[in-house]
């Protein structure tokens, strides 16, 4: 079955830096596009950024622009989400997602803080 496990959030300063990871399993990585999310606390989930099959079409949310980068190995089955100069409102869970035969799948989430 299709698994997605995140890991790499934790309690950083603002202006800091952390790389998130997602490992996939269960579904022919090659084939799909992959998407990172984020739900801050009392927000719904939104779409952070996303990154197709071979890495060259990658898209962010206006919020993260220049400052967060997606990438993927398709080797090890894994995307990542480099974030940099991290702000408060970076603050939430972020989730791993892959659409595979019309089914929304998502990891369990990794939680990022960032505050002094």
């Known amino acids: 079955q299709v698994q997605l496990v995140e890991s790499g959030g934790g309690l950083v300063q603002p202006g800091g830096s952390l790389r998130l990871s997602c490992a996939a399993s269960g579904f022919t990585f090659t084939n799909y596009a992959m998407r990172w999310y984020r739900q801050g606390p009392g927000k719904e989930r939104e779409l952070v950024a996303l990154i197709n099959t071979q890495s060259s079409i990658t898209r962010y949310a206006d919020p993260v622009k220049g400052r967060f980068t997606i990438s993927r190995d398709n080797a090890k089955n894994t995307v990542y989400l480099q974030m940099n100069t991290l702000k408060p409102e970076d603050t939430a869970v972020y989730y791993c997602?892959?659409?595979?035969?019309?089914?929304?799948?998502w990891g369990q989430g990794t939680q990022v803080t960032v505050s002094a």
């Open positions: 997602n892959v659409i595979s035969e019309g089914k929304n799948y």
